[in-house]
């Protein structure tokens, strides 16, 4: 299977499982059978294209060409418009990690149930997600969700989820209030700079 197969059906296998549809499900839905599906997403089986489109559409995704250059507008318009709920991936490796911080904190809420400490943590890594952060504040999350992991079957789990909390919180605060030093122009589709 070839690396840009690999990656296309990665995502939409993530998208299935986040939007916990069973290939089953997904099998009924897009007219395949579940021992295809089950195949393509182990990748015995390179997918044709029809089965391909047949699994997005079911998942309620859209297949489409867009110009290379403009790609990252596109992308940035997705994630702009993109309701908390809706499981975009662009493809960025930093998307994976949020995921899973996500599952960490549901899992947590599970375990001990909601906490106030939990939710704000839940609230900032979906803000986080969805804004461009710098190298430094990146590393300061995955370690913030590694320590999380590390103590999220501990007595000290809830004192450490309050200061993962306040952490992140400040971060957010901080890239919320950057002040911005002049303004940006919005993505141009026609590629003229004259305007």
Do not use: C, W
């Amino acid at each position: 299977m070839s690396y840009q197969s690999e990656s296309l059906i990665a995502q939409t296998r993530e998208v299935r499982e986040a939007s916990g549809v069973s290939q089953r499900a997904l099998s009924e839905r897009a007219g395949l059978t579940q021992s295809h599906i089950s195949q393509i997403e182990s990748g015995k089986m390179e997918p044709g294209l029809s089965s391909f489109i047949d699994m997005t559409r079911a998942l309620d995704l859209e297949l489409m060409l867009v110009p290379k250059r403009l790609v990252p507008a596109v992308l940035s318009l997705v994630k702009a418009q993109a309701a908390p709920d809706m499981h975009i991936h662009a493809g960025q490796p930093n998307d994976k990690r949020f995921a899973r911080a996500e599952r960490l904190v549901k899992k947590m809420k599970h375990l001990y149930g909601s906490s106030a400490d939990l939710d704000r943590i839940e609230e900032t890594l979906r803000f986080l997600r969805r804004v461009s952060l710098g190298d430094q504040e990146m590393q300061l999350v995955r370690e913030l969700i590694a320590r999380l992991e590390r103590y999220q079957a501990s007595d000290q789990a809830a004192p450490i989820a309050r200061e993962i909390a306040q952490n992140l919180q400040r971060l957010r605060n901080s890239i919320a209030h950057r002040a911005i030093s002049e303004p940006r122009p919005a993505y141009s589709l026609d590629g003229d700079d004259d305007a």
